[in-house]
T-cell receptor, first 113, second 111 residues
Framework: GAGVSQSPSNKVTEKGKDVELRCDPI?????LYWYRQSLGQGLEFLIY????????KSGLPSDRFSAERTGGSVSTLTIQRTQQEDSAVYLC???????????FGQGTRLTVV | KQEVTQIPAALSVPEGENLVLNCSFT??????LQWFRQDPGKGLTSLLL?????REQTSGRLNASLDKSSGRSTLYIAASQPGDSATYLC??????????FGKGTLLTVNP
């Protein structure tokens, strides 16, 4: 594809429900990142995948958050038992290597009501 | 822990002015520094990437410089236009491969 694709673009869910957010990186990009941007806040690192290496999960805020990347391509970020403080824009980025640009998707705006 | 600071937090200028946005970072062990713009409700658009071994990069009216030893970068925008209005973010890629972002500079260019 032409760029990083994220779906859905908007998601409204009830408190306590589980949600899945999807990221399709640029073809051939081995590195994939998830970030969270809360209203008026900076970008908060969540998780980083690089090829077949174990992901860096150090940014996940709680054990309700998990992510996987299947076949080194598509990634899914899952939030279980959503809380209102999970409301934010979730952004995905991909790159080929440390000396190349990171490209971001348009984000998924999650609203927990 | 890497920390990135952007100054000013907001800037309003009349159309046609040249302007400079500042970014500083605390850990100089970086692979590169990248400048992005973000329009309201949108994702991030990459503007310029500077490798740690480079001093500057140019793209059109944009010029970014990097002084790795002092932990500073500047983004120079020449002849600003209303369409340049956006939030500008800088991010550094550390040795742990994490991108650490500043909180951004909100730029408004008035016609």
């Amino acid at each position: 594809g032409a760029g990083v694709s994220q779906s859905p673009s908007n998601k409204v869910t009830e408190k306590g429900k589980d949600v899945e957010l999807r990221c399709d990186p640029i073809s051939g990009h081995t590195a994939l990142y998830w970030y969270r941007q809360s209203l008026g806040q900076g970008l908060e690192f969540l998780i980083y995948f690089q090829g077949n290496s174990a992901p860096d999960k150090s940014g996940l805020p709680s054990d309700r958050f998990s992510a996987e990347r299947t076949g080194g391509s598509v990634s899914t970020l899952t939030i279980q038992r959503t809380q209102q403080e999970d409301s934010a824009v979730y952004l995905c980025a991909s790159r080929t290597g440390p000396n190349t640009e990171a490209f971001f998707g348009q984000g998924t705006r999650l609203t927990v009501v | 822990k890497q920390e990135v600071t952007q100054i000013p937090a907001a800037l309003s200028v009349p159309e046609g002015e040249n302007l400079v946005l500042n970014c500083s970072f605390t850990d100089s062990a970086i692979y590169n520094l990248q400048w992005f713009r973000q329009d309201p409700g949108k994702g991030l658009t990459s503007l310029l990437l500077i490798q740690s071994s480079q001093r500057e990069q140019t793209s059109g009216r944009l010029n970014a410089s990097l002084d790795k030893s002092s932990g500073r970068s500047t983004l120079y925008i020449a002849a600003s236009q209303p369409g340049d209005s956006a939030t500008y973010l800088c991010a550094v890629l550390g040795s742990n491969y994490k991108l650490t972002f500043g909180k951004g500079t909100l730029l408004t260019v008035n016609p």
